[in-house]
């Protein structure tokens, strides 16, 4: 949920409980003043009544008129207690209304009458209408002004957030554009675009500061492999060695021929990066996977692996040693993982490129299998492969997933 709607939401339900709840109070308040504007017309007729009775020393006659009835009744002395009641207007016969009355006595000659004042509160009752109706509708009125000025203020005011997001969400740590600078009369979002600014900047010099160390790094060991590797050869050449002495040897040249693919394969991630290979040409991938597969039919050969395949055509814009690289990992990894009479399956549509293998019935570990560096315990590879293709597959805008459905272990690019 966007802050603006929580905020709008917050805002507007506590707008609404207070406007509620002061409406009720004054709902109650302008009926009790009403109620007593008619508690005071009451106490009027009873003195008149009073005044009446002293000096006349009878009872007036029993009154009634559109909004006002006056009676009385001879009752027990000292029965009657003095009150304000809400009672039943009787306008006609079957007609009622509501009503405010007084309830008062008075001793006549002797004898002892109660004294009911009745007031319609018709017209009390339809003031309180039309100010309740007045009120909800300044209530619904300023709702609706506040949540169109929040609306229209608070996206004026949250400019300048969004615009500094937009500029982090197009940073790319390999430009050496900075982040735009936004004007603004805040101050916490001036501070916010000058420690985006700050971050950028780090992060850009910081990968600056990696990507040469390690260029620098890997074209300093290519001198020392090249030499290991000649001396090795001049030492093979020169001598007669033992079986223990030849065996060392060997493991000798095999970690010197994996120390010099691993620096191969740095130098490349470091380019495919960086984008340094950005030659276009128009690639039939049909073509290129038969062409790969008959290159690697001896090692298909050798672990008995059978070969399943469904290529349809597709051509793509793209750098030709970068993609027979991703297809060679690929196929390389599918070989290496599958265990003697496997098979693999590679589908080619134009939506996607599968390569299946046999292999393990223990699925790999999804959140890992793209980092540098790791592999499983029984590989020979560098550990990289995976990680070459997956960043060969974001330069070209595509995706590279992973997916075990027994006994298939599954690549996919999808285009």
């Known amino acids: 949920m966007k802050l603006l709607t929580l905020y709008n939401r917050v805002n507007i339900i506590t707008t609404i409980i207070v406007m509620l709840i002061t409406g009720i109070i004054y709902y109650q308040a302008i009926s009790w003043i009403l109620n007593d504007q008619n508690d005071k017309a009451l106490k009027v007729e009873e003195n008149e009544v009073f005044d009446y009775v002293n000096l006349n020393k009878k009872l007036p006659q029993e009154f009634e008129s559109k909004d006002q009835q006056i009676s009385f009744t001879e009752v027990a002395p000292n029965s009657v207690n003095r009150e304000f009641i809400n009672t039943d207007y009787h306008r006609d016969k079957n007609e009622y209304e509501s009503g405010r009355g007084l309830i008062s006595s008075v001793t006549v000659n002797g004898k002892y009458y109660k004294i009911l004042i009745v007031e319609s509160k018709v017209e009390t009752e339809d003031l309180i209408q039309i100010i309740f109706g007045i009120t909800f509708g300044v209530i619904l009125l300023l709702l609706l002004v506040l949540l169109i000025a929040n609306r229209l203020i608070l996206n004026r005011l949250w400019q300048p957030f969004h615009t500094i997001l937009k500029e982090m969400k197009l940073f790319n740590i390999t430009d ?124 298909f050969s050798d672990k008995q692996i059978e070969i ?74 560098s550990g990289l492969g995976l990680t070459i293709s997956k960043q060969i597959c974001e330069n070209m805008g595509w995706q590279l997933n992973y997916q075990h459905v027994s006994p298939h272990h599954s690549f996919t690019i999808v285009f």
């Not at 850009?204 to 090795?232: C, G, M, Q, W």
């Open 176 to 299: 050496s554009q900075e982040i735009a600078q936004t004007t603004t009369r805040i101050d916490e979002f001036t501070e916010l675009n000058q420690a985006a600014t700050t971050m950028t900047n780090k992060a850009r010099h910081d990968y600056r500061d990696l990507k040469t160390f390690t260029e620098n790094a890997s074209h300093e060991l290519l001198t020392p492999i090249a030499v290991i590797n000649s001396k090795l050869d001049t030492l093979i050449q020169t001598e007669d060695f033992s079986e223990q002495q030849s065996k060392l040897l060997t493991d000798l040249y095999s970690a010197v021929a994996r120390l010099s693919r691993l620096n191969q394969s740095l130098l490349l991630l470091v380019k495919i990066e960086n984008r340094l290979l950005t030659d276009q040409q128009t690639i039939n991938l049909k073509e290129l996977v038969q062409e790969l597969l008959t290159q690697l039919e001896d090692i």
């Open 308 to 381: 399943k395949t469904n290529l349809e055509n597709k051509e793509i814009m793209g750098n030709q040693y970068l993609i027979e690289i991703l297809l060679n990992n690929l196929i390389i990894n599918a070989v290496r993982h599958n265990h003697p009479h496997g098979e693999i399956i590679i589908s080619l549509t134009p939506q996607s490129l599968s390569v299946k293998n046999t292999g393990s019935n223990t699925p790999l570990q999804d959140d890992k299998i793209f980092n540098r560096f790791h592999k499983s315990d029984k590989s020979e590879g």
